[in-house]
């Protein structure tokens, strides 16, 4: 089944030690976007890829970095994390910024 | 602004049915949509509206009125496993999703 992939489920990371979360996807679509939920909050866009082209929101701080290699794969990295940086991420695809949009089933980051 | 409101919490009996309401205004709209979110999960897509009126699939239905800003999504013959938190999500400018905070739906036997 075509889907969006994201690892590792968990993962638990160090206070200032970097820190990398994946996505891939075979539905071979052009968009990815990651989003960032912390608990009982509503999920938050942190920045998107458009095919190559990379979108940052303005409230995203300098820390969320995101490369992507190809169409498939799309990594989140937090360069320093702060135990503020403790949420689930939610990696999601679309074709073209429409509707059809696919949601992995997210990483949620733990920070000692 | 951007804003979505819906009800922080709500309770229902197993069986019964159950309306949760969507207000929203953004700067742009290209669809409504309801996710269903359990606990520690990522969002699962129930619902999306474009145009006006009612769209039903099996025991859920959603509902949208473009000129109100107003969406609610109705949960029939509930069941226990519909405990879960139900986002209401606007796709703004850039195909970008605009969550509101979830309503916590709790059904009770």
């Known amino acids: 089944d075509a889907m969006v992939i994201q690892n590792p489920r968990y993962q638990v990371t160090q206070f200032g030690k970097p820190v990398t979360l994946s996505c891939s996807q075979t539905l071979n679509h052009n968009v990815m976007y990651w989003y960032q939920q912390k608990s009982s909050q509503a999920p938050k866009l942190l920045f998107h890829y458009y095919d190559k082209d990379f979108n940052n929101e303005a409230d995203t701080p300098d820390n969320f970095q995101s490369r992507r290699p190809n169409t498939s794969f799309c990594f989140l990295d937090i360069r320093s994390p702060g135990l503020g940086d403790a949420a689930m991420y939610l990696c999601?695809?679309?074709?073209?910024?429409?509707?059809?949009?696919?949601f992995g089933s997210g990483t949620r980051l733990t920070v000692v | 602004g951007q804003n979505i409101d819906q009800p922080t919490e709500m309770t229902a009996t197993e069986g019964a049915i159950v309306q949760i309401n969507c207000t929203y205004q953004t700067s742009g709209f290209n669809g409504l949509f309801w996710y269903q979110q359990h606990a520690g999960e990522a969002p699962t897509f129930l619902s999306y509206?474009?145009?006006?009126g009612l769209e039903e699939k099996g025991r859920f239905s959603s509902f949208l009125s473009r000129s109100k800003g107003y969406s609610y999504l109705l949960l029939k013959e509930l069941q226990m496993k519909d405990s879960a938190s139900y986002l209401c999500?606007?796709?703004?400018?850039?195909?970008?999703?605009?969550f509101g905070q979830g309503t916590e739906l709790s059904v009770k036997p």
């Open positions: 999500a606007v796709m703004g400018e850039g195909g970008k999703l605009i």
């Open positions: 509206n474009v145009l006006d």
């Open positions: 999601a695809t679309s074709r073209d910024r429409g509707p059809g949009y696919t």
